[in-house]
Nanobody, 125 residues
Framework: QVQLVESGGGLVQAGGSLRLSCAAS????????MGWFRQAPGKEREIVAG????????YYSDSVKGRFTISRDNAKNTVYLQMNSLRPEDAAVYYC??????????????????WGQGTQVTVSS
């Protein structure tokens, strides 16, 4: 049974930082590309960042490029999202997701096979 468990969310002031983690189990982790998505109230779920199975390909949405960093540790079956210079508009529930390894179409949420339960990120102004 595949499980993705996010952690690291919380409340932070604008300009602050958070690091999200997503621990995976029940799958051959390096065979899966991983994505971080977010969903704010009343908005559609959107891609934040994605990383290929061995980390050689990385995707960022324009809204987070230069502020967020995605990484993975395949020995620990964990993917991370370092979020710096947080803005109020970054507030959302953040989800990690897994899909068979790919180097394209990261924003397509329907391509992802497994999802975590989400972790709340709140940014105060």
């Amino acid at each position: 049974q595949v499980q993705l468990v996010e952690s690291g969310g919380g409340l932070v002031q604008a300009g602050g930082s958070l690091r999200l983690s997503c621990a995976a189990s029940g799958l051959t982790f390096s065979s899966y590309a991983m994505g971080w998505f977010r969903q704010a109230p009343g908005k559609e779920r959107e891609i934040v960042a994605g990383i290929s199975g061995r980390g050689g390909y990385i995707y960022y949405s324009d809204s987070v490029k230069g502020r967020f960093t995605i990484s993975r540790d395949n020995a620990k079956n964990t993917v991370y999202l370092q979020m710096n210079s947080l803005r109020p508009e970054d507030a959302a529930v953040y989800y990690c997701a897994a899909r068979p390894n790919s180097y394209s179409d990261y924003p397509n949420s329907r391509a992802y096979q497994y999802w975590g339960q989400g972790t709340q990120v709140t940014v105060s102004s």
